[in-house]
């Protein structure tokens, strides 16, 4: 799956709830986003919406751990208009689990053991379950936050003087995300729950791993709150086969995807 994929927009939409941007802060780094494929969290940090600590402790906190630092630790603000060099150049997205095994920070069975919890217990989330077993530490799944969303905050000894871990359990009330294989033709059909947690970017991994294996016609997360229930996004086998044969005539015509094509600088105006 093409990273563009990822429903970024709910993540934007979360950050946004957080107080970490403001909505039309997200529209425009979605734009960019779109026109360069890059990561979202690449694009946020570079722009000076949000300090990668920052965002990495949004991300964590939506897997059940809570990173406190102190404020002698908080990053220097970045000067506008500026982009540090996170050294991890712009990586394509990938699965949470893929980076944890990457990494080292666990082997396949612990990994396997985590999720059969899960699935035993849908309401817990998975980061929740790994530093609660003692088979993860809260500066390693930070880490491996701030790799799946293209930054680098350092190592995990640093960290783990820097911050303090507390686990922390989904309160009563949380909204549920629940993902749906779909089909769209000859009319739309919601087949079975495939899967369902109360953390997005969990519910996010699932649905675009099962996109790559499966190749289903199509796939929904809804969100479910109460009585409430919102669709916050949707995969089209027909619509991406349609996107990408679309980019493939533009880059026949102009020998690159002018959709991927970071123009910031191209077209400023001299200064005098």
């Not at 908080?74 to 944890?100: F, H, Q, S, V």
């Not at 790994?130 to 993860?136: F, I, S, T």
Request: hydrophobic share 40%; net charge negative.
């Amino acid at each position: 799956m093409d990273q563009a994929d990822f429903p970024w927009r709910p993540l934007g939409l979360l950050l946004v709830d957080k107080g970490l941007m403001t909505s039309n802060e997200l529209e425009l780094a979605l734009a960019e986003q779109r026109r360069t494929g890059r990561l979202l969290g690449q694009i946020l940090v570079g722009r000076g919406y949000v300090k990668s600590l920052a965002l990495t402790q949004a991300l964590a906190e939506q897997h059940g751990v809570e990173l406190r630092a102190s404020d002698a630790d908080e990053e220097p603000d970045l000067e506008p208009g500026t982009e540090p060099d996170y050294g991890l150049g712009d990586r394509a997205w990938r699965p949470l689990g893929k980076i944890l095994l990457e990494k080292g920070f666990l082997n396949q069975v612990e990994l396997e053991g985590a999720l059969a919890e899960q699935t035993d217990h849908p309401e817990r989330r998975l980061g929740e379950i790994l530093v609660a077993q003692g088979l993860l530490s809260g500066a390693a799944l930070a880490i491996a936050l701030a790799d799946q969303h293209g930054l680098d905050v350092g190592t995990e000894q640093k960290l783990d003087a820097e911050l303090e871990i507390v686990v922390r359990p989904p309160a009563p009330g949380e909204p549920v995300y629940r993902v749906y294989e779909v089909a769209y033709e000859p009319t739309y059909r919601l087949g079975s729950i495939l899967s369902e947690s109360p953390n997005f970017l969990e519910a996010a991994d699932f649905a675009c791993e099962y996109v790559e294996r499966r190749s289903p016609q199509g796939v929904e997360i809804q969100k479910s709150a109460g009585d409430s229930r919102e669709t916050v996004w949707t995969y089209s086998e027909s619509r991406a086969d349609a996107e990408a044969a679309a980019r493939k005539n533009l880059v026949q015509t102009f020998g690159f995807d002018p959709m991927r094509w970071d123009t910031r600088g191209q077209f400023d105006t001299p200064t005098k």
